[in-house]
């Protein structure tokens, strides 16, 4: 099967997506040394694995998919992914999603 992962957001903008099987209240990147504003974006996700990325159409959009192989040992597992847009133009801004969390069915 496939995962499909749509981000909204700035056009033109690039996308980074993270996928990991742990994901918590997330930590604030400013305290990670991102140069952003403090409270505005937060790691959920603890990356094992950069996912994917591209960059946002006219409209702000950004269609992913991804493979989900069809291995017997993935059911039941769950899965964490989050998008990070990289904004410059004037300065450099990071925003972010929320977590999306995922199980693997047969």
């Not at 094992?48 to 192989?69: E, K, M, R, S, Y």
């Amino acid at each position: 099967g496939t995962l499909t992962l749509v981000t909204n957001g700035a056009p033109g903008a690039g996308v980074l997506t993270v996928f990991g099987r742990f994901a918590g209240p997330g930590a604030d990147l400013t305290l990670m040394g991102a140069p952003i504003a403090p409270g505005l974006c937060f790691l959920c996700v603890l990356p094992q694995l950069i996912f994917g990325g591209g960059v946002t159409d006219a409209g702000g959009t950004l269609v992913q998919t991804f493979p989900v192989p069809n291995d017997p040992a993935f059911t039941g597992v769950d899965v964490n992914f989050q998008n990070f847009q990289i904004l410059v133009g004037g300065g450099f801004d990071v925003v972010n999603t929320n977590s999306l969390s995922t199980t693997v069915l047969p």
